[in-house]
């Protein structure tokens, strides 16, 4: 695919350096916005509609205009034809036009823009470290994909200065949340755990796949409140995102950790062949924001 392709902005393809957004808007100085990033793949996007689903929901708790699946679809169609791009990292973003108010209600230069990245090969296993910082689950925030993600930007860096591959949050509960750019998984006695929506962690899309799968399969799962000892008795971790797929943990702080264990395998082998990931498993969900 090309590097230097277009992007797609507010009904039209652009240039990068055309791209224009009001420097007054809500988007840009208060990160009133919301965005997902999904896989395109052989030339189509990876889950939409459940991406969408999350990106509507996030819009409607941010008093944003819904997206329309079909003027998003024709963009994402448009801009892999314009890169020449079979597999590629879509980001779509949706945030708040100028105001001078802070009442709710419609505003004019809503932006939405959509974006295509290139894909870098992901690590067989990573590393995890827990952040001394924590979610906060009673936020209005919790669960959105929202655009003001420095927390998770100064989380991963920290971790990848101190050569882990993905930084751990708990709540401020104590319990077990999400990564600053995964949903988390362990396995216990056989049995998929991974925190309930209660914690604050983002209702991931691939989460939510992993956890239809062992429905189908048979596989016993488990969305519950997890505490932080938790993590002491995993056999097996993993982290979750639409860009990596499923990434099996090896190493959480100092503790070492089969990667991938049994189940982790049997789930990486079942998500394959329902989307496709054993040939274009990749990297970036430390630069997805």
């Known amino acids: 695919m090309t590097t230097d392709g277009p992007v797609w902005l507010n009904g039209a393809l652009c240039p990068p350096a055309e791209a224009k957004v009001d420097a007054l808007s809500q988007g840009f100085l208060q990160g009133a916005g919301v965005y997902d990033s999904l896989l395109l793949h052989g030339g189509k996007p990876v889950a939409f509609e459940k991406h969408l689903r999350r990106l509507a929901d996030g819009a409607r708790r941010l008093q944003l205009p819904p997206p329309d699946a079909a003027t998003i679809l024709a963009a ?40 295509l990245a290139p894909l870098t090969p992901v690590k067989t296993s ?23 993600c420095a927390e998770n930007l100064l989380a991963q860096r920290a971790a990848l200065a101190a050569g882990f591959d993905e930084a751990l949050f ?26 309930d929506l209660t914690s604050g962690c983002l209702p991931g899309v691939t989460r939510e796949i992993v956890l239809e799968l062992c429905a189908a399969h048979s596989i016993p799962a ?4 997890l505490p932080a000892g938790a993590l002491d008795d995993a056999e097996e971790l993993f982290v979750t ?13 100092t503790q070492a950790v089969p990667a991938p264990g049994r189940v982790t395998q049997q789930l990486m082998a079942l998500l394959e062949s329902r989307v496709a990931f054993g040939c274009q498993r990749f990297a970036g969900a430390q630069v997805e924001c």
């Not at 791009?85 to 823009?113: C, K, N, Q």
């Not at 990573?126 to 003001?148: M, V």
């Not at 995102?241 to 702080?253: A, E, F, K, M, T």
């Open 241 to 253: 995102s639409s860009i990596r797929g499923i990434q099996p943990v090896h190493r959480l702080d």
């Open 76 to 115: 994402i169609t448009a801009l892999a034809g314009a890169h020449d791009a079979d597999g590629a990292r879509i980001r779509i973003t949706l945030a708040s036009g100028p105001s001078s108010t802070v009442h709710p209600g419609p505003e004019p230069g809503h932006i939405t823009l959509i974006t």
């Open 222 to 225: 488990t969305e519950s409140r």
């Open 126 to 148: 990573a590393a995890l470290t827990l952040t001394p910082f924590r979610r906060n689950e009673h936020s209005p925030l919790a669960g959105i994909k929202y655009t003001a």
């Open 170 to 195: 708990l709540n401020t509960a104590g319990d077990i949340c999400e990564g600053a750019f995964s949903n988390v998984f362990l396995v216990t006695a056989g049995r998929v755990f991974t925190p």
